[in-house]
């Protein structure tokens, strides 16, 4: 009877300081793994990088912006420049020389070959 005593006070003692290294482990385990998700993927929100405000949305920007802009197109046959439109619905044609500078597509108009453009500054 005393045997049966000793051999579970022995058990309970022995299952005692397991659970407690698990506890220990598990708490080390889980700062570790905290620390890690907390350090992966930090972005600054008040100061986004240039990159990745341009892959967002135009509204969900930090600061909404347009993806349109106007644009001096200059035209290869006569060289005179002419305003158009990044999202032009229409095609354009040089006023001097009747050369298509643009074609619509269905986002951005698509330029002609040869056209150079830089885009307008306020």
Known sequence: ?????????????????????????????????????????????LHPSLASEKRKHKLKRLVQSPNSFFMDVKCPGCFSITTIFSHAQTAV???????????????????TEGCSFRKKVD
Do not use: I, N, W, Y
Not at 22 to 28: A, L, N, P, V, Y
């Open 1 to 45: 009877c005393l045997r049966f005593s000793e051999a579970s006070a022995a058990q309970q003692e022995q299952a005692a300081r397991s659970s407690s290294r698990q506890q220990q482990e598990h708490k080390g385990s889980s700062s570790s793994t905290q620390h890690f998700t907390m350090t992966f993927g930090v972005e600054d929100l």
């Open 93 to 111: 044609m040089c006023p001097s020389c009747a050369v298509v500078l643009c074609q619509p597509t269905g986002g951005k108009a698509r330029l």
